[in-house]
C-alpha cells in the first residue's frame, strides 16, 4: 500500500483583519509516496499573477535568431549521418537539431515552430505540439538505436527566461544518457521497492488510483491518465501518467497526439490563471523500467509570469530544502484543469 502522508503544521499568524492576537491558519504539510519529496501547502497568500502576461515585452525579433527560418540551416549543423541518415529532422513547422551546449551524452534542441519567433501560450495548439514531440521521438528512437547502451531518454522544455529558457524562440530539448535524472532513479527505486498488486498493479498504478478517489484526478485520454500530484515540486503541476509505458521510445504517434491534447488543455488552464512560463519533462525509464512497473511520466509545473522585475519562484525551500511551498492545494488545481478537459 502506497502510504500518503500529511501533517497539519498548527500555524499561527497575527490577525490583520481583526486588529488584535493570533489567528489559526491552515497549512499542511505532504509527504510524496512516489518520489519521496515533501511539499508544504500555504493558505492566505497570493503567489499568483493577477494581470494577464505582457507577451510584447519579448515578442519582437530584434536581431539574428538561429532557430528562425531564414538562418537555421546556415546557424545549426547537421546530425552525423550514422544516427540520422540525410542528417535533418522536420515535421510541419517543427525542426530537431543538435544541442551546441553538450548537458547530455545526446541532446538535441527542438523549434515547435521555424516559422514564427515567438508563440505566446495561446500558440501551443494541439497540431504544434505534436509536430514537435513526434520529431522529437524520432530523434530519440535513432539515438537509442545507435547506442544500445543509453538507457535514460527525457523531452523536456523551458519556456521564457524565468523559466531557465536561454533563446526566446521556443524550443524543447532532450536528453539521452547512460545514467538517470535524479528522478528517474527516484522513481525507479520506489518501483523497485515496491510489492506489485494481485493483478501486477505497479506503484504508479496505485498513485493515479489514489488520484482517482481523492479529488486529484483531472481527465483520462487515449493512454495517459492526466492527475495533479499529491505533494507538488512545483507550482500548478500536473502529471500524465501512461497506462502501459515504461519507455519514451515505445510511444507511437498516437500517443503523442494524446499527449499534446492534454498539454494544451493544460496550457489553457494556465492561461485562464494569467500564468505564462512553464517547465516539462516527458521522462522514461530505462532498460530495466518495464519490468519494475515504471511507467512513462509527463509533468508540467507553471513558473514565475513574464512580468519586469518578477520574484523567483523557486525560494531556499525549493533551492535549499528541496521542498516546495505552494499556494493552492493539487485538488483546487485539479478542479480547474478539468474544467479545460469538458
Ligand atoms: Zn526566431
Known amino acids: 500500500m502506497l502510504e500518503f502522508v500529511e501533517r497539519d503544521l498548527k500555524a499561527q ?6 486588529g488584535s492576537g493570533f489567528q489559526d491558519v491552515r497549512l499542511t504539510y505532504r509527504i510524496d509516496p512516489l518520489l519521496g519529496n515533501s511539499s508544504r501547502l500555504i493558505s492566505g497568500s497570493k503567489l499568483q499573477p493577477s494581470e494577464p502576461p505582457e507577451y510584447s515585452m ?3 525579433r530584434t536581431g539574428f535568431c538561429p532557430f528562425c527560418i531564414d538562418a537555421i540551416d546556415e546557424a545549426t549543423f547537421p546530425f552525423p549521418d550514422e544516427l540520422i541518415p540525410g542528417g535533418k529532422i522536420s515535421l510541419g513547422s517543427s525542426r530537431v537539431v543538435p544541442n551546441i551546449l553538450a548537458y547530455s551524452t545526446y541532446s538535441a534542441v527542438g523549434i515547435y515552430d521555424t516559422t514564427r519567433h515567438f508563440l505566446t501560450l495561446k500558440d501551443f495548439d494541439e497540431a504544434l505540439l505534436a509536430n514537435a514531440f513526434k520529431a522529437m521521438g524520432y530523434h530519440t528512437q535513432m539515438v537509442r538505436r545507435h547506442d544500445p ?6 523531452i523536456n522544455a523551458n519556456y521564457l527566461a524565468s523559466s531557465g529558457s536561454s533563446l526566446v524562440h521556443p524550443h524543447l530539448q532532450s536528453s539521452n544518457d547512460y545514467v538517470p535524472l535524479t528522478t528517474q532513479r527516484l522513481f525507479l527505486q520506489r518501483c523497485r521497492s515496491y510489492l506489485r498488486g494481485e493483478n501486477g498493479e505497479t506503484v504508479f498504478d496505485e498513485y493515479v488510483k489514489a488520484a482517482n478517489t481523492s479529488g ?4 483520462d485520454t487515449g493512454r495517459i491518465s492526466w492527475i495533479t500530484p499529491f505533494a507538488p515540486i512545483g507550482f500548478n503541476e500536473v502529471w500524465g501518467v501512461f497506462k502501459d509505458n515504461s519507455d519514451i521510445i515505445q510511444l507511437t504517434d498516437y500517443d503523442y497526439d494524446e499527449l499534446s491534447a492534454g498539454l494544451s488543455k493544460v496550457f489553457s488552464a494556465y492561461e485562464a490563471a494569467n500564468l505564462s512560463a512553464f517547465n ?10 518495464a519490468q519494475l512497473g515504471y ?3 509527463f509533468r508540467v509545473v507553471s513558473r514565475s509570469p513574464l512580468q519586469p522585475f518578477y520574484r523567483s519562484d523557486a525560494t531556499y525551500f525549493e533551492r535549499l530544502g528541496l521542498e516546495a511551498m505552494i499556494d493552492l492545494s493539487p485538488e483546487d488545481w485539479a478542479e480547474q484543469v478539468q474544467l479545460q478537459f469538458h
Request: glycine share 16%; charged share 20%; proline share 3%.
Open 58 to 60: 519579448i515578442s519582437e
Open 295 to 297: 511507467r512513462v511520466n
Open 149 to 154: 547502451e543509453l538507457e535514460f531518454s527525457s
Open 216 to 219: 486529484r484526478f483531472i481527465a
Open 280 to 289: 516539462f519533462s516527458l521522462q522514461g525509464g530505462g532498460n530495466e523500467g
Open 13 to 18: 499568524a497575527p490577525d490583520l483583519v481583526g
